[in-house]
């Protein structure tokens, strides 16, 4: 995904800039493997002639469409969500950007925080107003990226 440049300030400076940690596909991967094995072993149980031969054919082509529709909505978009994610630290703020067609920004200045926190991979940022902390979930490092906010709020 390209790098959100408009989204930034003319002379907003960049610290950090990453996706969310790459194990975020994992299910999604292990899904297809799943998804296809059994596709697989149906189209071949199918093919056998477990029915007569127009039957079959029909019932192979409704697998298929099954599995294809499976693949699109438990993989194909789950990375395509991946891929149309970012997180930056800049000089001024902590920016979340979502979507591939239709972008969402979550950003959040840093003199709207009131402390910065972690637990795993979910970064939790803490606001005045608001009793529960903001999470960003599924970022890599959370610790380097807990120390750099509080980093950039200090100064």
């Known amino acids: 995904m390209a790098f959100p440049d408009d989204e930034l300030y003319l002379d907003e400076e960049v610290f950090l800039d990453t996706n969310p940690s790459f194990g975020e596909l994992t299910w999604p991967a292990l899904e297809l493997v799943l998804f296809s094995g059994v596709a697989a072993m149906a189209i071949g149980v199918l093919h056998r002639g477990v029915l007569n031969t127009q ?3 029909m ?3 409704f697998v298929f469409v099954v599995w294809l529709f499976l693949v699109l909505w438990r ?5 395509l969500s991946w891929l149309g994610t970012r997180f930056l630290v800049t000089d ?3 920016m979340l950007r979502r979507g591939v067609l239709k972008r969402r920004v979550e950003d959040i200045w840093y003199g709207e925080m009131t402390g910065v926190s972690r637990r795993g991979s979910t ?3 803490r606001m005045h107003p608001q009793e529960r902390p903001v999470p960003f979930e599924h970022l890599p490092n959370t610790k380097g990226i807990v120390r750099l906010v509080q980093e950039r709020r200090n100064l």
Do not use: D, I
């Open 59 to 61: 019932a192979q082509q």
């Open 123 to 125: 970064l939790l940022v």
């Open 75 to 79: 993989t194909v978009l789950p990375a």
């Open 55 to 57: 039957e079959s054919y």
């Open 92 to 94: 001024r703020r902590v």
